[in-house]
């Protein structure tokens, strides 16, 4: 790890960074407009590097309203056959670097009927369905506890902030659940179904083993997800990464505003 921060701070002339941002598929743009500092995954010591469309990977430190913030421009991912630990090893490091906040986005698809591809979701919870936990094995006390608590991982002030953010830009964000599996094939419609008993609205293959150790290290969660499809059985249109992409970048004028507003506001 000290390895790792020592390579961040001699390439971005020690830059501190206090807001954490996961940007998900399509959704990069925020990191090319705001770019002082920009690390390649691939040379930065202890992290892999993504192999998925739409993912950039890349670490860009910038001044964004005011606040100091570091963007992972793409994430890795449970299904690209990386470990929990390695996937939620930026999120530590975010920790290390002094980052007390921590907003996670990704593209995601319908499970809620009355939700629709271009929507922006605020994440009130998560249901884990991936198969694994990011916390097991030894536990580091310097990072968290050995059974820490999860019973609010989405904080409720930063939740407030962005939905007044999203009154202000006349946006109507929807509040939900995200429900997370590993992927890569998307979900079946019998599985959907399931999901929608189990009270998720909205499913993806992410951010859930990032939000649980951001947690754990003691930062605050903001959970946002694009609705870019309508989840398997929910429309009789068959399901593509290209239309994920597609629709996270038609709304990316929105969801950029929204970021912008709620840094502002924090």
Known sequence: MQNTINFIHQ???????????????????????????????SDIPGFVKSTIDGHKGRLVFANIAGKKV??????????????????????????????????????????NKIFNPGDLMVITDHI?????NPLVGPNDEKFGPRF?????????????IADNSGRFLGLNLRHGVYIASSGPSYETPAEIKMARIMGAD???????????VANYCGMKVLGISCITNYASGV????????EVIDTAANVNKNFKSLILLILKNL
Do not use: W
């Open 11 to 41: 390439n971005t002339n020690n830059f501190r960074p206090e807001i954490g941002i996961v940007l998900g598929s399509g959704l990069g743009n925020l990191a090319d407009e705001y770019n002082e500092f920009a690390i390649a995954y």
């Open 70 to 111: 570091v963007m992972m421009q793409g994430r890795n991912h449970y299904y690209e056959g990386h470990s929990m630990a390695d996937i939620t090893y930026p999120i530590k490091v975010m920790k290390e670097l002094g980052v007390k906040v921590v907003i996670l986005t990704n593209a995601a698809g319908a499970v």
């Open 128 to 132: 884990n369905l991936m198969g694994a």
């Open 148 to 160: 820490p608590d999860m019973s609010e991982i989405y904080n409720k002030d930063l939740i407030k």
């Open 202 to 212: 909205a499913a993806g293959m992410s951010t859930v083993p990032e939000a649980i």
């Open 235 to 242: 429309s009789t249109k068959k399901l593509s990464h290209q």
